[in-house]
């Protein structure tokens, strides 16, 4: 055995004693219109079915004939298509914002944004929950960062006011990707501006289903404000693949001008481009899916006797991590998946059960799997809670 080999074995046994091990298993998940055997889905992001829309799927084929299978180069280079183009008026058209910039993907995006904006002389604040590829990016950009106490403006106005004298850009998502719960916008906007900071969203879970889909930026009325850009992903919500930074055209003009991950990657796929942007346009004509996805969220909620969360997320915090994940191993065993999330990808240190609700889940097959969660999820630990919800 080399002594890479040997490394390699001595971490991969060091998983194995803390139980830690992550698997990419191939899971069958039941779709609408399936055959019903495999598991029911509430662990995925596609959040309003739109990955499996005839329209979204015809506008992919049509794009992958149209312009092949690859961008081919770098976006500067001969990698812009009109289809990124068109990609780009489509979610300025759903979101109302001014100008956007589509990535290869919202990690790419947020990788992106975050180092374009910071970088020397800056300083990175990141909400405590904030998504790992928020965390990456501060990494990268190579400013000093810290965590504020999540969703808390008191605690940001307190960070900010002891840097007096520097940019700082913090970092936040409007629905969060794990608690579920929606960012007080506004009052952290007014705090930011306050202090002459920038606020960067990353409304990877809003949009699609916050404000009747065009997100939580667009319902609370902040399109437009001063000193705030917005980071999307087309990968849930859209049903598709890549992301893209909306906000002013100096920002736009900025980005394409700095952002490393738009400059040395190729362009999203002409296929996924088309995707996205098909599904944009569905969303900011039907505003009944956004409607849909938080009804049923509302059900899982009720069902599971927890607090409803803003959007399509439903977090079930459990008592240990074992108990976390035996819970999610038995759903799956039942037929119903769910997300598991445990320590160290919780920062508060409590695991939970994940579940998301899908705007195409609803009816008999969503009280079934609801039901199914908060039993198991009692079973292994969480305190047991009366069901009160009369359905099917
Ligand atoms: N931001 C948040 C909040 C996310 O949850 C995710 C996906 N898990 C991303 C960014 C990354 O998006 P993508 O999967 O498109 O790279």
Known sequence: MSSWEA???ERSDLRARRGTERFDAVLRVHRPGGAGQEPLDLASND???LSRDERVVTAAKDALDRYGASATASRLVTGTLPVHRDLEAALCDLTGQPSALAFSTGYAANLGVLTALSGRGAEILL??????SLHDAARMSRSPYSTFEHNDPTSLDAELAARPDRRVVVAVESIYSVLGDAAPLRELLE???RHGALLVVDEAHGIGVAGHGHGLVHELDLVGARDLVVSVTLSKALGSQGGAVLGSTAVRDHLVNT?????????LSPASAAAAAAAAGVVAGDPSLAAAVRANAGTIAAICGIEPAAGAVQSLPMPSTEGAVAAALDLRAQGVLV??????????????LRITARADLAGEDLFHAARLVARTAAAHGAPPRPDTVEGP
Request: net charge neutral; charged share 15%; hydrophobic share 35%.
């Open 47 to 49: 959040y309003l079915g």
């Open 259 to 267: 952002a490393r991950s738009f400059i040395f990657d190729t362009g």
């Open 339 to 352: 997300g598991c999330f445990r320590p160290p990808s919780v920062p508060d240190g409590v695991s939970r």
């Open 127 to 132: 909400d405590a929950h904030a998504h790992a």
């Open 191 to 193: 705090v930011c501006h």
């Open 7 to 9: 490394w390699l074995t």
